[in-house]
């Protein structure tokens, strides 16, 4: 069961929107519309964000969205805020019954 | 609203064992999953388990199937994540998270630092 593949890093400046993508296998990511997206400021725990790959949470702004197409899930923060800098996770279903995560990405807004 | 309260930092030695725990409220705590994920320093997150209360239920990473152990108690709301034969390694935050549905984990738990050092 290896971890889904994120970029390290990326960076936008404020306002400006990025995306984020999450790449996995169809045993994963493609097998199942069960992606979800979480967000990890430093020394806090982590948020869900969206969920089965395109669901918010109440209260999540709607400034986050979930996006899929076939092995590969992505997220996508638009109108970058500067509390948007974080970390930000893929996890998704597996047809072990499983969750896997990706690796992570920070984000940085310039 | 949901809450969930993991116990506090821990420091142990290698080779001894620790058992951490979690405890739900705001919710039924039998309907809910509850997942484990082990976050090393500077590091990133990983999927640990489940347990789903209301039949004990259980599933494990295979990267941790064998290391650890996942239990529940209904009568008092609260899940455990027994840890065996410590490492150094072991040295992390432990978050303990809910949700109705398997896929995702809703509602986290502030973590748990555990220290293992000689």
């Known amino acids: 069961q290896s971890a889904l593949t994120q970029p390290a890093s990326v960076s936008g400046s404020l306002g400006q929107s990025i995306t984020i993508s999450c790449s996995g296998t169809?045993?994963?990511?493609?097998?199942?519309?069960?992606v979800s997206w979480y967000q990890q400021h430093p020394g806090k725990a982590p948020k869900l964000l969206t969920f089965?790959?395109?669901n918010r949470p109440s209260g999540v702004s709607t400034r986050f969205s979930g996006s899929k197409s076939g092995n590969t899930a992505s997220l996508t923060i638009s109108g970058l805020k500067a509390d948007d800098e974080a970390d930000y996770y893929c996890?998704?279903?597996?047809?072990?019954?499983?969750?896997?995560f990706g690796g992570g990405t920070r984000l940085t807004v310039l | 609203e949901v809450q969930l309260v993991q116990s506090g930092a821990e420091v142990r030695k290698p080779g001894e064992s620790l058992k951490i725990s979690c405890k739900g409220s705001?919710?039924?705590?039998?309907?809910?999953?509850i997942g484990w994920v082990r976050q090393m320093p500077g590091k990133g997150l990983e999927w640990m388990g489940f347990?789903?209360?209301?039949?004990?239920?259980?599933r494990y990473s295979p990267s941790f199937q064998g290391q650890v152990t996942i239990s529940a108690d209904k009568s008092i709301s609260t899940a455990f994540l027994h840890l065996k034969s410590l490492k150094a390694s072991d040295t992390a935050i432990y978050y303990c998270a809910s949700a109705a549905l398997e896929e995702f984990l809703q509602h986290w738990g502030q973590g748990t630092l555990v220290t293992v050092s000689s």
């Open positions: 996890s998704s279903y597996t047809s072990d019954r499983t969750l896997v």
């Open positions: 169809s045993s994963d990511v493609g097998g199942y519309n069960f």
């Open positions: 347990i789903f209360p209301g039949d004990s239920e259980t």
């Open positions: 089965d790959v395109t």
């Open positions: 705001g919710y039924s705590f039998t309907a809910y999953w």
